[in-house]
């Protein structure tokens, strides 16, 4: 959701990156520009393509979106319909609708709008009874329908699927949320763990949040000019928080970047926002797709997943995790990532063998849907694996612990009062990506972490090289005994994958970098310490006093080969991807140049205070 506003619109209005003859939809469809009535009175634009083969019955297979449900009239027709190809030919009702306050829709945009579950009136809406109401009015008034309907979606459309699953209307028979957005305080989007992903935010809501006084076809302006070419040097000179909001930037005409720097807290904007708690008894086919490099929906994915299977017992929820970036799996191919090279035509697979075959079997009743309940990319190996269950039952926790002189075992270390430490300085916080770029390095999540390995304020543990191949399936907890100098610092953990030092290169690698002692990220998370025992209620650090800080890093399965090393690398910033700690307790949005400050760390590990990273390993 929180991309490059260019990017998110090449996956918006249900179209797929796949090309096609400029005359394929036109011949093969019918297209209808209406308007759909909700039960409060407000009008949704609503977009449907039908088949023109009128002899036989179709399914309906819908999109909801804020980014444009376009091209807008009767005679403008897009290169695709639907989320791949293969279901274009296969020949539904396409149906594509802007959400209520955003383009050509009336009424008010929400940001995740919060679902109601109790009610009262008609003037009680949300996502699920908008879904409800223009379900109902299409059976009603399309031809040639089979009284079913499915909603696919990725990113924020994501969420529009997810949120029609409580309070389904009966003809809803299949849903596949893709990247959805999910808890934007814990791990999607906005924040990760309390800290603030700036990056992404400030650019993203300068291209989405901007007024409106009606239905329009196009936002004209952004809300504010910016084009940086060195987000990391550009970010640094604006400042604070507190800076965004000056003349030059937002100058607080943004409605929902204001509430982000409001709610600094998990307070009632945020659990509102949460659709998880309402994911109970959701017996309707599920289809949940995330990436293992997805930068901003990762954790939707994940725990949208997670929340149905366990809230719902007699569900029939399936998730697909593959080696995509977000929104990737829509891709015509998608064969390599960074220096990674998959083999294959991962994206394809997907749609055909699962995405397609999903929709066919429960909203057509042709073929059948075969899979298992977790298709899972499995890197490293580059293979595809099906599990019965996820994490798989044969994964178990196994603690590597941080030692001294850099090394990370599976032994419990000895001794008394063992730590390393460094020196956090808000003022030369450590980069999230080697290079110039004025926004988001997409193969951040898969990049060389050797560029910052030597900074003074990054520390690392390492593994001797693997006599045996190591796989991981699930999920991973960091567990760190700190003491800091002040009241408030950050930890940004990362799990890297070491490759030998005679590792002979590959095309794909990068200009300028050698593969061999390659460090490769796999997995990163960072925690606000403030947020260590609790989301809703911060709590400042007694300087010197040894405190545990423990969080969860999102699920893996990664192959760690014979010859690899396994690396932890711990630091306490990770810029311009999230903002600067002033590493002092307060309200950071609250926060001046004068209050940021510099912070000794000390990371333990003895007997008493074993730091150690916990991997799921598969036995």
């Known amino acids: 959701m929180r991309a490059v506003l260019t990017s998110l619109l090449m996956v918006a209005a249900f179209t797929s ?3 096609n003859e400029p005359s394929y939809v036109k011949e093969h469809y019918n297209k209808m520009d209406t308007t759909i009535k909700m039960r409060d009175g407000i009008k949704l634009y609503t977009i449907i393509y039908t088949p023109k083969d009128a002899t036989k019955l179709y399914p309906f297979l819908m999109e909801r ?39 050509m829709s009336e009424g008010n945009n929400l940001e995740v709008t919060p679902y109601i579950a109790n009610k009262k009136s008609k003037k009680d809406v949300d996502e699920s009874s908008d879904t409800y109401d223009t379900i109902d009015w299409l059976i009603k008034n399309v031809q040639h ?38 808890d934007e305080f814990i791990g999607d989007d906005a924040n990760h763990n309390g800290a603030f992903f700036l990056l992404d935010n400030f650019s993203f809501m300068n291209g989405f949040d901007m007024e409106r006084s009606g239905p329009v076809k196009d936002y004209e302006n952004p809300v504010f000019k910016s084009s940086p070419k060195n987000a990391y040097d550009f970010y640094l000179k604006m400042g604070t928080l507190k800076n965004t909001n000056s003349t030059t930037y937002y100058n607080n005409k943004s409605v929902i970047w204001n509430e982000y720097l409001k709610h600094d807290t998990y307070d009632a ?40 299977e366990k809230q719902s017992p007699k569900n029939n929820n399936h998730l ?38 999903f929709f066919n079997y429960y909203l057509k009743d042709k073929g ?20 019965s269950v996820w994490p798989p039952k044969n994964s178990t926790m196994v603690p590597y612990f941080l030692e001294s002189n850099q090394q990370l075992g599976v032994t419990k270390p000895g001794g008394t009062n063992s730590f390393t430490e460094y020196t956090s300085d808000p003022a030369k916080p450590v980069p999230y990506t080697n290079g110039t770029f004025g926004s988001r390095n997409n193969e951040y999540m898969a990049e060389d972490q050797r560029f910052v390995a030597s900074r003074p304020d990054v520390i690392l543990f390492e593994t001797p090289p693997l006599t045996d191949d190591i796989t991981l399936t699930g999920r991973i907890q960091a567990d760190l005994f700190v003491s800091i100098t002040g009241t408030d610092v950050d930890f940004i953990v990362k799990l890297i994958d070491v490759l030998p030092d005679d ?33 809703e209620k911060p709590a400042a650090f007694v300087p010197g006093d040894v405190t545990e800080v423990k969080f969860e890093l999102n699920d ?64």
């Not at 089979?146 to 969420?159: D, H, K």
């Not at 949460?274 to 490099?293: A, E, K, M, Q």
């Not at 977000?326 to 891709?331: L, N, V």
Request: aromatic share 14%; no cysteine.
């Open 17 to 19: 990156v796949a090309q």
């Open 65 to 103: 979106t804020p980014y444009s449900a376009g091209p807008y009239g009767k005679d403008n027709y897009p290169n695709e319909i639907g989320p791949n190809n293969s279901l274009m030919e296969e020949q539904y009702i396409f149906v594509v609708q802007d959400v209520r306050g955003r383009y």
């Open 145 to 182: 329908n089979n009284g079913r309907a499915g909603i696919v979606g990725i990113s924020y459309p994501g969420f529009y699927a997810t949120a029609s699953l409580p309070g389904a209307h009966p003809a809803l028979r299949a849903v596949s949320p893709q990247a959805p957005v999910t």
């Open 269 to 308: 904007y945020w659990k509102a926002r949460n659709i998880r708690p309402y994911l109970t008894n959701i017996t309707i086919p599920t289809l949940v797709v995330g990436g293992w490099f997805d930068a901003e929906d990762l954790f939707g994915a994940l725990h949208t997943y997670e929340a149905i």
């Open 320 to 357: 697909v995790m593959g080696p995509w970036t977000h929104g990737a799996w829509e891709s015509n191919e998608w064969k390599k990532f960074g220096t990674h090279d998959f083999g294959s035509n991962t994206s394809k697979y997907f749609q055909d063998s699962l995405e397609t075959t």
């Open 368 to 387: 059948n849907f075969a899979a298992a309940e977790a298709t899972v990319f499995e890197t490293g190996s580059n293979q595809w694996k099906s599990y």
């Open 503 to 535: 590792e002979p290169n590959i095309a794909t690698a990068p200009n300028g970098f050698q593969m061999a002692g390659y460090q490769q990220l796999v997995r990163a998370e960072v925690m606000r310490g403030k947020f260590r025992n609790s989301y």
């Open 556 to 619: 893996v399965a990664h192959s760690f080969k014979k010859g690899h090393r396994i690396m932890v690398q711990v630091q306490s910033s990770w810029f311009p991807l999230i903002d600067r700690n002033p590493q002092k307790f307060m309200r950071i949005t609250d926060a001046i140049e004068n209050d940021f400050e510099k912070e000794n760390i000390k990371i333990y590990h003895d007997s008493v205070h074993a730091s150690h990273i916990s991997l799921p390993v598969i036995k």
